[in-house]
T-cell receptor
Framework: AQSVTQLGSHVSVSEGALVLLRCNYS??????LFWYVQYPNQGLQLLLK??????LVKGINGFEAEFKKSETSFHLTKPSAHMSDAAEYFC?????????????FGAGTRLFVKA | DSGVTQTPKHLITATGQRVTLRCSPR?????VYWYQQSLDQGLQFLIQ???????AKGNILERFSAQQFPDLHSELNLSSLELGDSALYFC?????????????FGPGTRLTVT
């Protein structure tokens, strides 16, 4: 069964520092991978997705993620954190199986940005 | 604004009751997904419909059911409610039922069972 592991339920960085949110997946075949962001009292919105094209994927708001098959990882990075990046981030994996495609979300990582 | 609408925004009800949550997908999207988000269990996939038919099932309880109507809106019915059903319920939509498409999430319905 596929699963998604996000290392660290909380990550705190200073404004201007590198953001690194970790995601590892388990899947016997390359899946489709996504990062979503959830701001307080809102639904999730897509940051970026990997669908077997370029392994380095650029998303919105300066975020990017690199698909590394050998490490089964899809970590999210941003060179310089802004206060507005404070939110919860979810990694998700989707692949076909019996009963159609299923998307499994990680437990989420809450990002705090200190001034 | 994702284009996905959900009603109501908040719902407070008592144990044992039944409620219906409604979702209208983005214009043109054929697939609707339902999720439950709670502090202890995170974001859990419940069920997916594609063009009126059930496509995939997740961790949906037998007390819960859903359907997608010909106009593509969807309803999630929760019955015999328990305190543990208190959660945020999200609906999402995508153009197709394929996994390579992102999902567009609605703002959610916050259900409180007292």
């Amino acid at each position: 069964a596929q699963s998604v592991t996000q290392l660290g339920s909380h990550v705190s960085v200073s404004e201007g520092a590198l953001v690194l949110l970790r995601c590892n997946y388990s899947s016997s075949v390359p899946p489709y991978l996504f990062w979503y962001v959830q701001y307080p009292n809102q639904g999730l919105q897509l940051l970026l997705k990997y669908t077997s094209a370029a392994t380095l994927v650029k998303g919105i708001n300066g975020f990017e993620a690199e698909f590394k098959k050998s490490e089964t990882s899809f970590h999210l990075t941003k060179p310089s954190a802004h206060m507005s990046d404070a939110a919860e981030y979810f990694c998700a994996v989707s692949r076909s199986g019996t009963g159609g495609f299923k998307t499994i979300f990680g437990a989420g990582t809450r990002l705090f940005v200190k001034a | 604004d994702s284009g996905v609408t959900q009603t109501p925004k908040h719902l407070i009800t008592a144990t044992g009751q039944r409620v219906t949550l409604r979702c209208s997908p983005r214009s043109g999207d054929l697939s609707v997904y339902w999720y439950q988000q709670s502090l202890d269990q995170g974001l859990q996939f419940l069920i997916q419909y594609y063009n009126g038919e059930e496509r995939a099932k997740g961790n949906i309880l037998e007390r819960f059911s859903a359907q997608q109507f010909p106009d593509l809106h969807s309803e999630l019915n929760l019955s015999s409610l328990e305190l543990g059903d208190s959660a945020l319920y999200f609906c999402a939509s995508s153009p197709t039922g394929q996994g390579n498409y992102e999902q567009y999430f609605g703002p959610g319905t916050r259900l409180t069972v007292t």
